[in-house]
């Protein structure tokens, strides 16, 4: 018995499709990290990772340490990389056999402390350098400071080094993408001679693996792709639709001309209307800014305006000349078109529109 009205579909058959899409566009001996923060974009951090371990991807990537948690918990044992952990982390980190990202001085110096403290031996670690996002990662002029607290020690062991793109998927930064992929291969090159071994190399996030082959280096972090999306309308075509959104109509209202619907009379009826009412609203992730006609929802195949502002809990949709009734099933999105259109209706992105759904929707497998 499902009793949650509405539910978030995940067909693992598309994901293993849009896998293996990548995988053809890579070379066999590039190694593949899955990236399952957000719950999985949205979908099942904990389902997704089931999967994509029975098809051998090689790492996990998460951004925090509870959801490395929560794999671990689950029985994964791919190694899982915490892109984005906190000192306060590390300890915990180490008792349930992540990785950390440590991208400054502080986390460097930090876990350097724990290791040597808990005896550890070779333990694997990650270093990101920044090249432009400016956002988390050691300075190139840093190098000498990594390498000199790395060297004559055996508690840590740099697994891998990356760096992340800024505009992969923007045409019109090309000329600074490059300049990143020229800075990081710099560093690449600098760091490891001085610490005389060769970490895993790894920069390419979806749009990087079809725009830029030359970041693949020896891994690729592979996120968004997985559910379908590139930006490269002709590589689209190869992927399929992961998530469908659904609900049901919980009550249909006939309308007169000139009578109004939901909160502050958002919409009015310009003549006699058939109005659907839907479970979900804006705690569950439906944006308030694409109420009042700005995005559609489909019946039976019929796409359904939503219409007046969106509550808290709920949307009301025009039905009038769609044949339908109470309790009928309603598909908020099962298309990358749909999910486009949200996202272009709502100013936003495929990422947001993904990972907006709340907790009260429950996730299914197709
Ligand atoms: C989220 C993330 C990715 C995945 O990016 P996609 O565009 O979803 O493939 C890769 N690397 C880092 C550092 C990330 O934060």
Not at 74 to 87: A, E, Y
Not at 200 to 216: D, F, V
Request: glycine letters at 6%; aromatic letters at 8%.
């Amino acid at each position: 018995m499902n009793n949650s009205p509405t539910v978030l579909e995940i067909d693992l058959s598309s994901i293993e499709h849009n896998l293996n899409f990548f995988r053809s566009e890579l070379n066999p001996e590039t190694k593949i990290l899955a990236v399952v923060k957000a719950s999985g974009y949205g979908s099942d951090a904990v389902l997704m990772a089931k999967a994509l371990e029975k098809l051998k991807v090689d790492y996990f990537a998460v951004a925090y340490t509870d959801e490395g948690i929560a794999l671990r918990n689950s029985g994964i044992s791919t190694p899982i990389l915490v892109l984005h952990p906190q000192l306060q982390n590390l300890e915990t980190i180490c008792r349930y056999n992540l990785e950390p990202n440590l991208y400054s001085r502080r986390m460097l110096e930090g876990f350097l402390k724990i290791a040597h403290d808990k005896g550890l031996d070779n333990y694997p670690v990650h270093l990101k350098f920044n090249t432009g996002l400016n956002r988390l990662g050691f300075d190139a002029s840093d190098i000498d400071f990594v390498c000199k607290n790395l060297m004559e020690q055996s508690v840590v062991h740099v697994k891998s080094i990356f760096s992340h793109l800024v505009a992969s998927e923007d045409e019109e930064e090309k000329e600074f993408s490059l300049a990143q992929i020229e800075k990081f291969k710099s560093i690449c090159s600098s760091f490891t001679s001085r610490l005389g071994y060769r970490p895993i190399r790894h920069m390419s996030n979806t749009s990087g693996i079809l725009n830029y082959p030359e970041t693949h280096f020896d891994m690729v972090r592979l996120g968004l792709g997985l559910y379908g999306f590139t930006n490269l309308i002709e590589k689209n075509a190869n992927l399929k639709n992961v998530l469908t959104l659904k609900t049901v109509i919980s009550q249909i209202h006939q309308l007169k001309k000139g009578e109004s619907v939901g909160y502050n009379r958002g919409f009015h009826a310009k003549r006699n209307i058939k109005t659907a009412t839907l479970p979900l609203g804006h705690a569950d992730g439906f944006f308030r800014s694409l109420g009042n006609g700005k995005t559609y929802v489909s019946i039976h195949g019929h796409k359904s305006p939503v219409i007046g502002n969106v509550c808290m809990d709920m949307i009301m949709i025009d039905v009038t000349d769609i044949p339908c009734k109470e309790g009928d099933e309603v598909i908020i999105f099962n298309s990358r078109e749909d999910i486009l259109q949200m996202a272009d209706h709502a100013d936003s992105i495929s990422y947001e529109i993904l990972t907006a759904w709340g907790n009260r929707v429950k996730r299914v497998l197709k």
